[in-house]
């Protein structure tokens, strides 16, 4: 700790303003880390805050201006207290609430670490509730928390082709998730396993969307196709596409604001009868956000959730918490461009691992800071 207070002041100045500190144990991803919220102190001649209201040309930014030099700082310094306040105004309340109150130490330093990790705080409150207080930090009670996770967590398992009946999977969900690639990667998962497949393409919206996927399919060697209609649809499936036991679908990035977007998506699905469609969620985006998605595209009625972007965060508890709030099991978990070697079937064990990531179930003294130490803002300047 001492260490990273140094290299703050070093940083910052010997003026420096510590608003919070935080050790965050190692995991598979990371390892131990000292985390200090800090800012420099602006002194007494910043600039106000300005006040909101309509633009004026006296509010324009001009080049020559001190304030157009100190504003962009100090903006970045309210929205960094903005966000420390929130944080602190959270767990004020959350310490304050009776259910919170009548945890045991251990259990409150557990709920905090799954809340942190995007676990849904009333699913993180009954999942501590079943544990015997008596034993809470053993090595028993951690592993009757693993246990009663992996009971809940739901997985769809392996995409098996139908030769009877072929099979066609839609992926839906919003810009930028990664549709394409996913759709490129499972067909060729599918591909390798020695099963016909083809790929069809339904984004009318972006014609750089369509090629990407048809490019896919040229360096894989599969079939493919592009609709923009439900009788262009049936002619794809009626023609190119009808040896093929599983047929995979991209479709255009659909914000969850944009109902719209799923009304023209509707009649070309219903040229698929039987299609079953996943939604397309990554992990870096909140948990509210993947619900509202899941809610956009419900009228289609979603068979799973595959999620994306895997990689690019290490706060995994949306894997346990949104499935859960959706009723609907995980079928893929993407990570990485490598097709197809970066999508890989759900596995309970691994999502279990991947939400418990960096916290430590088992108490050890002075491993894990208090609640109150991740409560503390120290308002006085670090003098060495």
């Not at 800012?39 to 001009?62: E, N, Q, T, W």
């Not at 499972?186 to 591909?191: D, E, P, V, Y």
């Not at 299609?275 to 969620?281: K, P, R, S, T, Y």
Request: charge should be negative; glycine fraction near 6%.
């Amino acid at each position: 700790m001492a260490g990273a207070l140094s290299k703050v002041r070093e940083s910052l100045g010997p003026d420096a303003l510590i608003l919070e500190t935080k050790k965050t144990p190692a995991s598979s991803r990371r390892p131990a880390q000292v985390v200090v919220l800090a800012a420099s102190d602006p002194g007494p001649d910043l600039p106000p805050k300005p006040v909101r209201g309509p633009a004026s040309v006296s509010a324009l930014p001009i080049a020559s201006s001190p304030m157009t030099r100190t504003a962009p700082d100090t903006a970045g310094l309210q929205m960094e207290l903005d966000k420390a306040l929130d944080k602190i105004r959270y767990l004020s309340r959350l310490v304050s609430s009776d259910h919170f109150s009548h945890l045991t130490p251990w259990a409150r330093e557990i709920y905090l670490d799954l809340i942190e990790s995007d676990v849904d705080s009333s699913l993180a409150l009954g999942i501590l509730k079943i544990l015997p207080p008596r034993h809470h930090g053993s090595a028993d009670t951690a592993e009757r928390l693993r246990r009663h996770i992996r009971s809940l967590v739901r997985v769809g398992g392996e995409i098996m082709p139908d030769i009877i009946h072929p099979q066609i999977i839609v992926m839906v969900g919003g810009p930028g998730v990664g549709k394409t690639t996913t759709c490129a990667k499972l067909a060729a998962r599918i591909r390798d396993a020695g099963h016909p497949v083809g790929l069809l393409s339904l984004d009318t919206i972006r014609l750089a969307g369509a090629l990407h996927l048809n490019s896919y399919a040229e360096v894989l060697g599969l079939p493919s196709a592009i609709a923009y209609s439900p009788e262009e649809v049936e002619e794809a499936l009626e023609g190119l596409l009808s040896s093929m036991t599983t047929i995979i679908v991209d479709t255009p990035g659909i914000q969850w604001t944009d109902p719209e977007g799923v009304r023209r998506l509707k009649p070309l699905l219903a040229a698929m009868p039987g299609a079953q469609v996943h939604v397309l969620l990554a992990v870096s985006m909140r948990v509210r956000d993947q619900v509202r998605y899941v809610g956009t595209f419900r009228s289609l009625e979603p068979k799973a959730i595959t999620f994306t972007k895997i990689d690019e965060t290490d706060s995994y508890g949306c894997l346990f918490t949104t499935p859960l709030k959706a009723s609907l099991p995980i079928a893929y978990l993407s990570d990485g461009q490598r097709v197809p070697d970066d999508l890989r079937v759900a596995d309970t064990e691994e999502i279990v691992d991947l939400v418990l990531d960096g916290i430590e179930l088992i108490d050890q003294e002075n491993e894990t800071p208090t609640v109150k130490e991740r409560m503390t803002v120290h308002d006085t300047a670090i003098t060495g």
